[in-house]
Nanobody, 119 residues
Framework: QVHLVESGGGLVRAGDSLRLSCTASGRSFSTLGMGWFRQAPGKEREFVASITTDGANTRHSDSVKGRFTISRDNVRNTMYLQMNSLKPEDTAVYFC????????????WGQGTQVTVSS
């Protein structure tokens, strides 16, 4: 079992920046693929970004590409999401997720952290 804890959410203004963190425990962090999803009120959960076990490869959704950057620190067992140029439409609960190296589906989820961007 993997336990994920997100932090770093908050209320900011459009154009501001935030950095989300996700700390994992329960399994060797370097064996976990990691990702971020978000869910806005009344909408389905959507993919934001993902990163491979060694951090060599990342993916970002088109809606955040160029503004958000996913990264990880395998020494600190922590993943990050640097969010710049935030927009009101980025308002959502952001979830950290993890999966085993050969898993197809995301297996473990954090409880989420709220990000609210005012216009």
């Amino acid at each position: 079992q993997v336990h994920l804890v997100e932090s770093g959410g908050g209320l900011v203004r459009a154009g501001d920046s935030l950095r989300l963190s996700c700390t994992a425990s329960g399994r060797s962090f370097s064996t976990l693929g990691m990702g971020w999803f978000r869910q806005a009120p009344g909408k389905e959960r959507e993919f934001v970004a993902s990163i491979t076990t060694d951090g060599a490869n990342t993916r970002h959704s088109d809606s955040v590409k160029g503004r958000f950057t996913i990264s990880r620190d395998n020494v600190r067992n922590t993943m990050y999401l640097q969010m710049n140029s935030l927009k009101p439409e980025d308002t959502a609960v952001y979830f950290c997720t993890a999966k085993g190296k050969i898993s197809i589906q995301w297996e473990f989820w954090g409880q989420g952290t709220q990000v609210t961007v005012s216009s």
